[in-house]
């Protein structure tokens, strides 16, 4: 089995910064893609931020600028650095890993089980 444990979130405000840090363990023979998702309430998940195993990056268009991802494959770990954040980045946000099994070398996707981010206006 494989677990994703998500921190670093919690209350800010308007203007600050937030570090979310996603660590991946287990029967883990590669990883592929990590990045990081939300849900605000009463909305679908929608992707934040997302890295290739090769670096490339892609940004929602509503945090480009102001979100950057980053990843360790050394450690298995996914971090999203937010700055300037806004009262509407406020959710739950979760990291998502897909990697292949190292018993089984088939592909999976495993999703963390969510930190809650609130920026206060």
């Known amino acids: 089995q494989v677990q994703l444990v998500e921190s670093g979130g919690g209350l800010v405000q308007a203007g600050g910064s937030l570090r979310l840090s996603c660590a991946a363990s287990g029967n883990i023979f590669s990883i592929n893609d990590m990045g990081w998702y939300r849900q605000a309430p009463g909305k679908q998940r929608e992707l934040v931020a997302e890295?290739?195993?090769?670096?490339?990056?892609n940004f929602a268009d509503s945090v480009k600028g102001r979100f950057t991802i980053s990843r360790d494959d050394a450690k298995n770990t996914v971090d999203l650095q937010m700055n300037s954040l806004k009262p509407e980045d406020t959710a739950v946000y979760y990291c998502r890993v897909k990697y292949i099994g190292y018993s089984k070398r088939i592909a999976y996707d495993r999703w963390g089980q969510g930190t809650q981010v609130t920026v206060a206006s």
């Open positions: 890295i290739t195993s090769g670096g490339r990056t």
